[in-house]
Nanobody, 122 residues
Framework: QVQLQESGPGLVKPSQTLSLTCAVS??????????WSWIRQPPGKGLEWIAY???????GYNPSLKSRTSISRDTPKNQFSLQLSSVTPEDTAVYYC??????????????WGQGTQVTVSS
């Protein structure tokens, strides 16, 4: 059973950097051919994909957030992390980590963390 658990501060001040970590158990993040993503949901809005890092360490970003986003991984700890810089109140959301599947049929997410609320406020 694959499990993902997000951790990080629940409150971040404007202009600071938001840092979150996703600890994965039940599957190695280097196993072919999985991708590992960060996704968020602002209040009253839909899900927004932020970034992924895959089994080989290759990564990708949402173009709208790319200039402020960094994703990394710690393979010995089997976890991956997100940093979002220069945050504003518009970055307030529930942040999820998830395992992403990429197939000929498209992209899907089969395992999710429970989500962590991040509020940007002074």
């Amino acid at each position: 059973q694959v499990q993902l658990q997000e951790s990080g501060p629940g409150l971040v001040k404007p202009s600071q950097t938001l840092s979150l970590t996703c600890a994965v158990s039940g599957e190695s993040i280097t196993t072919n051919y999985y991708y590992w993503s960060w996704i968020r949901q602002p209040p009253g809005k839909g899900l927004e994909w932020i970034a992924y890092i895959n089994y080989s360490g290759r990564f990708g970003y949402n173009p709208s957030l790319k200039s402020r986003t960094s994703i990394s991984r710690d393979t010995p700890k089997n976890q991956f992390s997100l940093q979002l810089s220069s945050v504003t109140p518009e970055d307030t959301a529930v942040y999820y980590c998830a395992r992403q599947l990429v197939t000929a049929g498209g992209i899907s997410y089969d395992y999710w963390g429970q989500g962590t609320q991040v509020t940007v406020s002074s």
